[in-house]
T-cell receptor, first 112, second 114 residues
């Protein structure tokens, strides 16, 4: 399918290594953050979320870190696998009921 | 989580024509959302569609260009009207899936306007 990551920054990681994808958000009033994974030809898929009253949350092989002081969000993927190759978006709730704003995205390329 | 069926999956359309995109959900949802993803870009919210009321459009998007219908709690359509090549994008339907602020997305409609 078509790639949605043609103009996005790319992170290349060796299979088995850990990946860290970073995101800067702009709205200090945002209180909820989500990471999405988008594979080629598919819609975004929810990975993990975090509220602003937390600074860390762990899932299966993934960890999200939130630094509200510098308005920075990161997604850590442990033991990166070829199936992790995709475009990753952070999203923030920036006002209004269930309205979220997406960040620019990062393309993760896993090298076998 | 909800399962979304979006049609068509892709289309190539002549400029000046209109295309209606359908979004069917397998469960009743209050809010449905339409996004646009231009080539190599992130997702931009077009509008929020609630059943029984007019859609709420985001800045830069207007009803005349992107009319939306929401006849019931499981279905919505987005029409891209009077298309130009600049409308070539992926259009995505999304619904809340029970997680607070979490969304489930359809696979999208890849539109190419020639």
């Amino acid at each position: 399918g078509e790639s949605v990551g043609l103009h996005l920054p790319t992170l290349s990681v060796q299979e088995g290594d850990n990946s860290i994808i970073n995101c800067a958000y702009s709205n200090s009033a945002s209180d909820y953050f989500i990471w999405y994974k988008q594979e080629s030809g598919k819609g975004p898929q929810f990975i993990i979320d975090i509220r602003s009253n937390m600074d860390k949350r762990q899932g299966q092989r993934v960890t999200v870190l939130l630094n509200k002081t510098v308005k920075h969000l990161s997604l850590q993927i442990a033991a990166t696998q070829p199936g992790d190759s995709a475009v990753y978006f952070c999203a923030e709730n920036s006002g209004g009921y269930q309205k979220v704003t997406f960040g620019t995205g990062t393309k993760l390329q896993v090298i076998p | 989580s909800a399962v979304i069926s979006q049609k068509p999956s892709r289309d190539i359309c002549q400029r000046g024509t209109s295309l209606t995109i359908q979004c069917q959900v397998d469960s009743q949802v209050t809010m449905m959302f339409w996004y646009r993803q231009q080539p190599g870009q992130s997702l931009t919210l077009i509008a929020t569609a609630n059943q029984g009321s007019e859609a709420t459009y985001e800045s830069g998007f207007v009803i005349d260009k992107f009319p939306i219908s929401r006849p019931n709690l499981t279905f919505s359509t987005l029409t891209v009207s009077n298309m130009s090549p600049e409308d070539s994008s992926i259009y995505l339907c999304s619904v809340e899936d029970g997680r607070v602020y979490g969304y489930t997305f359809g696979s999208g409609t890849r539109l190419t306007v020639v």
